[in-house]
């Protein structure tokens, strides 16, 4: 995975997890604060899948 592609799944992750993390309690590292991080990464992963299946990059 190239450099750029994973500075777009990062901004699309904390975009995602921005509503949850803004409901917790504390920012302290927590099993819910690694939760919602590691939903909001796989979510991203598969917006990207679904993006590139639609529309492939010409090689």
């Known amino acids: 995975m190239d450099e750029a592609r994973k500075r ?3 901004i699309m ?3 995602l997890a921005a509503r949850k993390l803004c409901q917790l309690e504390s920012t302290r590292p927590s099993p819910a604060l690694h939760s919602i991080i590691a939903d909001a990464v796989i ?5 990207m899948q ?3 299946a639609e529309w492939p990059s010409p090689r």
């Open 8 to 10: 777009v799944i990062g």
């Open 13 to 15: 992750a904390a975009i």
């Open 43 to 47: 979510f991203a992963e598969r917006i």
């Open 50 to 52: 679904r993006i590139d």
